[in-house]
């Protein structure tokens, strides 16, 4: 499973668009340059102080505004320049959007460590032996819709974040293992029987971890965990022989674990 440069793919993107639209400029529309240089300055700013959601916003309002000046017959310019100016904003914006969301990803305390679980799966299973009385325990702690916390404040999500992380690694025992496997999802890996990790979480670490709070502009925000939870022994060691065969049976359970909206 080799981990993607997402960041440097759209960075890649961002100098192949602005040189693209920079020759073609210089070529074809020489008269809106300026216009384009302003462009990236403004995408360059909007980016950098507004949340996602407004970024959002000001893609679809300078979509609509371009319609009406550039179309409508406000301004009159030659088609292709008006396409160029109609579209090259809301792209921009879209593709510095797409950097902004990697550069905090990469820059979090807590990195995804996708790859390492999977290493860890396998040598756990393979160290087991899986005699009938051995078990490895697999638990996986979601925080419920966190991909909309990024959206309202990115940096407060990685200090969140990075507390989950922290309460729960603080919780954990000799040979219990713990790795962020992206999106808001924890999971723990342990051969030991010294204790069942599921009802370790459901009586003691969900209510220290729900005490967390969200510090967003409004005001805090309560936040609120789901899990899944697996045993695999003798009985069922083919089924889950994989990594990617109980990642995806955890992340299932996650959608049965209703939590209440308050």
């Not at 860890?120 to 899986?130: H, K």
């Not at 819709?145 to 690694?169: D, K, M, S, V």
């Amino acid at each position: 499973m080799k981990r993607r440069n997402h960041l440097g793919d759209w960075m890649l993107i961002l100098v192949g668009f602005e040189l693209a639209v920079l020759l073609y400029c210089l070529f074809f529309a020489r008269e809106i340059i300026i216009e384009e240089a302003l462009f990236l300055v403004l995408a360059l700013f909007a980016s950098l102080v507004l949340s996602n959601l407004l970024l959002t916003w000001t893609i679809l309002i300078s979509v609509g505004l371009g319609i009406v000046f550039l179309v409508a017959g406000v301004v009159y310019i030659p088609a292709n320049q008006a396409l160029l100016l109609l579209f090259s904003f809301p792209i921009l914006v879209g593709i510095l959007s797409k950097i902004r969301y990697y550069l905090f990803k990469e820059v979090a305390k807590v990195q995804n460590q996708e790859e390492e679980a999977e290493v860890a799966y396998r040598s756990l299973l393979e160290s087991s032996g899986f005699q009938q009385e051995q078990k490895l325990q697999a638990l996986l702690i979601h925080w419920s819709h966190e991909e909309l916390f990024y959206q309202i404040h990115p940096r407060e999500y990685n200090r969140t974040l990075n507390q989950i992380h922290y309460l729960i690694g603080h919780h954990l025992i000799q040979d219990e293992r713990l790795y962020y496997v992206s999106d808001g999802n924890f999971l723990v890996l342990t051969n030991s029987q010294q204790r069942n990790l599921q009802e370790y979480y459901q009586l003691y670490l969900k209510n220290q971890l729900e005490s967390l709070v969200f510090k967003g502009e409004d005001g805090n925000q309560a936040i609120q965990f789901q899990k899944g939870y697996l045993v695999v022994d003798a009985t069922n060691r083919t089924k889950f022989h994989s990594y990617q065969e109980a990642i995806s049976n955890l992340k299932r359970q996650l959608e049965t674990d209703i939590i209440v909206e308050y």
